[in-house]
Each structure stands twice: as structure tokens, then as C-alpha cells.
């Protein structure tokens, strides 16, 4: 299959048999950078050597002329502050024109869009990312803790922290419920219970151990009940 083929020449090139050294140069000095010109012609020689055709050499082609126009544009617009996004963008466009080709061949077609069973997963997945926090959020607003500042352990949090960790562990719960391991379930509590209890135990506040209890079953909760609706 192309697709896959393609894929794999993609990860072997971009991520195994790129350097941080390369990487380094290429944002020093952007196309002027000799390893852009190398990293692109890897991309086209492995290209070529998955598909094993050479009735597909303008593919390959293809695949390389590609890769150098968005690597080049990323190199170009990224900065310090966008170099994430720029890093997604740059691995999206990627995979964009790789599901292109293959589309071309009719490997890769939008008829998965009609499966109703495919669509309700992604519903439900989709509705334990940022729709579940929502929920969560508003049924907790009641019960927000104040902090005490003579009992409370100063720490640093990383922003959003806690949102994106909710949205993680209830995919994982979700995932875990549709493969049938439930026992994954009584991990990730057991998992949670170890890293963020401890710290809790120590600020010895009770009503914020209560809070945060409450909010990982809810979370749980949510997330199992929504798993066994969907199965």
C-alpha cells in the first residue's frame, strides 16, 4: 500500500535519520543550510526505495519537491514562539500530500466518513476533550477550595496543566474501555492516585483533597459512562 510505504519513508527521514545536528544548522542558517538539500534528498531516495517502482519515479519526486517547499516555509516563518505550532503545521502538510498520492490511486479514499460506527467514536471523543472540562468546570464551581496560605505547599504548575491532563486520562479511560481492558481503567486511577495524592497529603487541606477527588471521578465517571454508550 502506498500510503503506509510513503508513511514509513516519512518517519524514517524526518525523525531516524535526521541528526539534532541538522536540525540545529537548518535553523541557523534555513536554505542555506547544506543538511536541508541532504535531509530532502534522503526523503526522495527513501521514497523511492518503499514504492520499488520505477514506473512511480515523478512520485518520489514529488514527495521530495514537497518536502523542501514546507520545509523551507517553516524554516522561514517559524520564530522562537512559533516553532511548535510551525513543527505540527510542517508534519500536517506533510502527511496532507503523502494521503494525496495515495488518493491518486485510489489507496486512500473519504468512505470511512460513512461509517457510522467510525463517527460515533470520534463524537465521543471529541466530546471528552474540551466539552467534558467544560462540564467538569461548571459542576465544580460550587465547591472551589480558597487556598490557605499557612497550610498550603507553594509549588509551580505548568499552564493548563491540569486541563490537558483531564482530557488525556479520559481518552485513555475511553480507549481502554473500547479494546475491552477495563483493567487499564483501575491503572490509570491507581496511577493518578499515586502522583497527585501524595502532594495533597502533604498541603493537608482537606477540602482541596475533597475538591480533586471529586473532579478525577467526575472525570473517570465521564469517561466510563460515555465508553460503555458508544460500545
Known sequence: MIFIKLILAHLLGDFVLQPDSWVADKEN??????????????????????????????????????????????????????????????????????????????????????????????MAALFLTTPASIFIKILLSSWTPVPDAQNAIQTESLSSAGKYIGI??????????????????????????????????????????EYVLIGTLLSFGLAVLTGIIIK
Request: charged content about 20%; glycine content about 4%.
Open 29 to 122: 542558517y534555513k536554505l542555506k543550510s547544506k543538511f536541508l538539500y541532504f535531509h530532502v534528498l534522503i526523503h526522495t531516495v527513501l521514497s523511492f526505495v518503499f514504492l520499488w517502482d520505477l514506473q512511480l519515479w515523478w512520485e518520489a519526486l514529488l514527495i521530495g519537491g514537497s518536502h523542501f517547499i514546507i520545509d523551507a516555509a517553516k524554516l522561514s516563518f517559524q520564530t522562537i514562539k512559533t516553532k511548535k505550532t510551525w513543527f505540527f503545521i510542517d508534519q500536517l502538510l506533510h502527511i496532507i500530500v503523502i494521503a494525496g498520492a495515495s488518493f491518486y490511486f485510489r489507496e486512500f479514499d473519504f468512505s470511512f466518513l460513512g461509517n457510522q460506527e467510525f463517527l460515533k467514536i470520534i
Open 168 to 209: 488525556l486520562e479520559r481518552l485513555l479511560v475511553f480507549t481502554f474501555i473500547m479494546v475491552n481492558h477495563w483493567e487499564g481503567v483501575g491503572f490509570m486511577v491507581a496511577a493518578k492516585s499515586v502522583f497527585r495524592f501524595s502532594d495533597l497529603a502533604q498541603a493537608k487541606q482537606r477540602k482541596l483533597t
